[in-house]
C-alpha cells in the first residue's frame, strides 16, 4: 500500500481550486517534496491541462511509484530524485513550481537553496506556489500555529514556521513578485509569486 496523509486527503481540494487559477495559464509544473504522491494525483486529474513532475528525496520515491502506478493520470510524470541543497537541480526549465508543508521542516539554509534552485528552473513568467503556515510581522496568526511551532522545534531546532517577510524576500531576490495570498483551512495560507516575463 502507498503511505498516506490525512492532511494531504484533508487539504487537496481546497488547494486545488486556488491552483486551477494560480497556474491557469501554467503548462509544465515542478512539486518539490512530493510526500506521499496524494497532491500529485489530484492535481493531476483536477488540471488535466498540466504535466505534473512529483519531486522528493530518493528514500520517498517508492512510495510515489507505487501511488501512480496505481492511480496516476497520464499527465503526472514519474517522480524524479531531487534534494533542494544540491544545485543545480535534476530538472528542465518549467513554468510552474509547487510545494506544500515544507518550508517549515526545512533548516533554513535548505529554504535558502529551495528558493536559488527555483530561480534557476522556473521561466520568465512562471509562477510559484508555496502553501503552508507562516508568521507575519514576527508573529504567529493563531494559538494553535505557535504551539505547532514548538512541537517543530522539539523535534528539530532548525525547523518552525518561517516568517513571511524573510520568504518574501527570498522570492524577492530570484525576480519573483507576489500576487496572492490566499488564506486556507487549518490556519495554512497559499502564497502565489510571478516571475517577470521575458521583455
Given at each position: 500500500m502507498p503511505p498516506?496523509?490525512?492532511?494531504?486527503?484533508?487539504?487537496?481540494?481546497?488547494?486545488?481550486?486556488?491552483?486551477?487559477?494560480?497556474f491557469r495559464d501554467v503548462r509544465h509544473v515542478l512539486e518539490i517534496g512530493s510526500g506521499t504522491g496524494q497532491h500529485a494525483v489530484h492535481f493531476g486529474r483536477a488540471l488535466p491541462h498540466l504535466i505534473w513532475q512529483p519531486s522528493d528525496l530518493a528514500g520517498n520515491l517508492d512510495g510515489i511509484r507505487a501511488r501512480l502506478a496505481s492511480?496516476?493520470?497520464?499527465n503526472v510524470r514519474p517522480p524524479v530524485a531531487l534534494d533542494v541543497g544540491l544545485l543545480p537541480w535534476p530538472v528542465d526549465s518549467v513554468d510552474g513550481v509547487f510545494s506544500a508543508?515544507?518550508?517549515?521542516?526545512?533548516?533554513?539554509?535548505?529554504?535558502?537553496?529551495?528558493?536559488?534552485?527555483?530561480?534557476?528552473?522556473?521561466?520568465?513568467?512562471?509562477?510559484?506556489?508555496?502553501?503552508?503556515?507562516?508568521?507575519?510581522?514576527?508573529?504567529?496568526?493563531t494559538a494553535s500555529n505557535a504551539a505547532f511551532d514548538a512541537w517543530l522545534k522539539r523535534q528539530d531546532p532548525?525547523?518552525?514556521?518561517?516568517?513571511?517577510?524573510?520568504?518574501?524576500?527570498?522570492?524577492?531576490?530570484?525576480?519573483?513578485r507576489l500576487v496572492a495570498d490566499h488564506a486556507m483551512p487549518a490556519n495554512n495560507q497559499l502564497l502565489v509569486w510571478r516571475r517577470e516575463a521575458a521583455a
Amino acid at each position: 500500500m502507498p503511505p498516506f496523509s490525512q492532511a494531504a486527503e484533508n487539504n487537496k481540494e481546497p488547494i486545488a481550486r486556488v491552483l486551477a487559477e494560480a497556474f491557469r495559464d501554467v503548462r509544465h509544473v515542478l512539486e518539490i517534496g512530493s510526500g506521499t504522491g496524494q497532491h500529485a494525483v489530484h492535481f493531476g486529474r483536477a488540471l488535466p491541462h498540466l504535466i505534473w513532475q512529483p519531486s522528493d528525496l530518493a528514500g520517498n520515491l517508492d512510495g510515489i511509484r507505487a501511488r501512480l502506478a496505481s492511480e496516476g493520470p497520464a499527465n503526472v510524470r514519474p517522480p524524479v530524485a531531487l534534494d533542494v541543497g544540491l544545485l543545480p537541480w535534476p530538472v528542465d526549465s518549467v513554468d510552474g513550481v509547487f510545494s506544500a508543508n515544507a518550508v517549515h521542516i526545512m533548516a533554513w539554509p535548505r529554504v535558502e537553496d529551495l528558493f536559488f534552485g527555483v530561480g534557476d528552473v522556473l521561466a520568465p513568467g512562471g509562477t510559484l506556489c508555496l502553501y503552508g503556515p507562516f508568521r507575519y510581522k514576527g508573529a504567529f496568526t493563531t494559538a494553535s500555529n505557535a504551539a505547532f511551532d514548538a512541537w517543530l522545534k522539539r523535534q528539530d531546532p532548525a525547523s518552525g514556521i518561517r516568517d513571511f517577510e524573510a520568504v518574501d524576500t527570498l522570492a524577492a531576490a530570484q525576480g519573483l513578485r507576489l500576487v496572492a495570498d490566499h488564506a486556507m483551512p487549518a490556519n495554512n495560507q497559499l502564497l502565489v509569486w510571478r516571475r517577470e516575463a521575458a521583455a
